[in-house]
Structures are given as C-alpha cells and as structure tokens.
C-alpha cells in the first residue's frame, strides 16, 4: 500500500486502529461485489478501500455500523431469559425474599412450590 494513502486516511480516522477495521470492513464489501466510488485504477481492493476513505467518498459512520453488526455473535433480545429468571428467583428466595415478590421488567414470578420441595426444604432445614 502507499505511504501516501495511508498518511491521507489518518486525517480522516486518526486511529490506526479503527482505520485497519474499516478499510479492512471496506475490502471485504468490495470483494463481495458492493459499488465502488472511485476508478480502480488497476488498484487492489484494500488499496481502493483506503483511498475511498482518504477521499470520504463512502459513510465512516455506516462501514463502523457494518463492522460491528459482522463482529457480534448473538443478537441481543429484550425478553428476559428463562432459565436468568429462575436463577435469580433462587437468588431471592436465600435472601429471604419470597418469590411472588419478585418482579422483573413488568413480568411478575408466581411462587409455585410443589409437595416435593417443600420436603426438601423441610429435609434441608431439620439437618441444619
């Protein structure tokens, strides 16, 4: 790569850094066929990825959003886990506080006991 494309990128993202992220982010969008914005010049594609950022000729902040959404590996949901929700019911219920209190983004926890565990319990609390 030329010293001086890289020297124009760093005006453009003053990171190092980052600027491996997105021209490298950038490659890879050309590779798989996204438009360029500038003549190829007969340039390699990390070559055309940096001076489509010397030249800003292409959305820092859309290529950022891009990077981020190939790296995470799990979508983040706004329901709440199972199996988080029975952990911290137990968490509760050896602090002291019953179940049915436990209230958890507007869900609320019912405090069903079955015939068997409140055997162990009972069974846990004569050995202590």
Request: hydrophobic letters at 35%; glycine letters at 4%; charged letters at 35%.
């Amino acid at each position: 790569m030329a010293r001086v494309t890289v020297e124009d990128c760093i005006r453009v993202v003053p990171n190092r850094f980052d600027l491996v992220l997105l021209s490298a982010q950038r490659g890879r969008q050309i590779s798989a066929g996204s438009p360029l914005t500038i003549n190829r010049d007969n340039d390699k594609n990390p070559v055309v990825a940096l001076r489509e950022i010397a030249d800003q000729t292409i959305s820092l902040d859309d290529l950022q959003e891009n990077l981020i959404q190939g790296l995470q590996k799990h979508l983040q949901s706004d329901e709440p886990d199972e199996e988080l929700l029975g952990l911290m019911v137990e968490e509760n219920s050896y602090a002291g506080e019953p179940a049915h209190q436990l209230e958890i983004e507007g869900l609320a926890l019912d405090d069903e006991t079955s015939d068997d565990d409140e055997e162990l319990f009972e069974d846990i609390a004569e050995e202590e």
